[in-house]
């Protein structure tokens, strides 16, 4: 940087760390609340750092015999990680036929399946209740995790990726006599990481963070996610708030991990798909 650009840099730190601090504050008073009793969660004015810290909020939530955090974390994580390698897969397959293969119609397909976009998800409900129910999966992980592998942002940012890439590579596999299958297993692969550890951090998050389609699919409690675990405190007739937070507050703390470890490839995934094809 050069020195003309430090007093710049340091104006726009000034004026972006308001916004930050606006954006994080209801995070922080989350954590503040999660380690306060029952009646000092609303308390006006706002105590940002409590008389006393009740770590055993946290002990509560892990331990309930009815709500057991371990049980919905465990829950969460099956389904985040079946799906998100489905996704994955079948997504970056996808996105290579339509970035490096050549067949009739692929303009249309592409833009039919963008178009899909647009269909609120809440319209395909009914058909994929009445398609579980009958096929015996109502009630059951794989009926959360199966549609999550259909995704058409993946899809997108898969072929952005894929075009940017030489075409000298695909055609000096070809001449070697590579098949499709191990120019994307052995080639593109490989050279994907920045896109696939953005779409895995975002993938996660969508599949750890979803509440309408596990309340929908998933009726034994013992079942339930990390979603439907708050949900459940916040319903419970003790009106605990402080164990809500609680639970909230280690909802994410997977996120965060997810993210702090690959924000690095996060950012530079995004960049690239952004700007390439």
């Known amino acids: 940087m050069n020195k003309r650009d430090i007093p710049i840099a340091a104006?726009?730190?000034?004026?972006?760390?308001?916004?930050?601090?606006?954006?994080?504050?209801p995070l922080l008073w989350m954590i503040s609340s999660s380690l306060k009793m029952p009646l000092e969660v609303f308390r006006y004015p706002i105590e940002w750092i409590p008389s006393s810290f009740r770590w055993e909020n946290y002990l509560t939530i892990f331990t309930d015999q009815a709500i057991p955090f371990t049980r919905l974390y465990y829950n969460s994580l099956f389904i985040a990680?079946?799906?998100?390698?489905?996704?994955?897969?079948?997504?970056?397959?996808?996105?290579?036929?339509?970035?490096?293969?050549?067949?009739?119609?692929?303009g249309l397909v592409f833009m039919c399946l963008l178009g899909t976009m647009m269909i609120p998800?809440?319209?395909?409900?009914?058909?994929?209740?009445?398609?579980?129910?009958?096929?015996?999966?109502?009630?059951?992980?794989?009926?959360?995790?199966i549609p999550g592998w259909y995704s058409v942002t993946a899809i997108f940012l898969f072929r952005q990726?894929?075009?940017?890439?030489?075409?000298d590579l695909f055609d000096a596999a070809l001449v070697d006599g590579a098949s499709h299958f191990r120019i994307w297993g052995r080639i593109v692969m490989p050279l994907t990481k920045p896109a696939l550890i953005s779409l895995s951090i975002l993938g996660f998050i969508g599949s750890w963070n979803d509440y309408f389609t596990p309340m929908i699919f998933l009726v034994r409690r013992s079942l339930y996610t990390v979603s439907l675990g708050i949900q459940a405190y916040l319903l419970n007739e003790a009106q605990e708030y402080n164990l809500t937070m609680a639970a909230s507050s280690a909802a994410v703390?997977?996120?965060l991990l997810f993210f702090i470890i690959g924000q690095r490839y996060f950012v530079e995934g995004i960049a690239s798909t952004g700007i390439k094809g």
């Open 253 to 255: 703390v997977p996120i």
């Open 121 to 145: 998800g809440e319209v395909t409900v009914i058909p994929k209740f009445i398609l579980f129910y009958t096929i015996g999966l109502y009630n059951n992980f794989w009926s959360i995790i």
């Open 11 to 25: 104006l726009k730190t000034i004026v972006m760390v308001p916004f930050a601090l606006l954006f994080i504050l």
């Open 161 to 167: 990726f894929y075009r940017g890439l030489p075409a």
């Open 81 to 106: 990680f079946f799906s998100l390698i489905g996704q994955l897969m079948f997504s970056s397959l996808a996105a290579y036929a339509f970035a490096k293969l050549n067949f009739k119609g692929k």
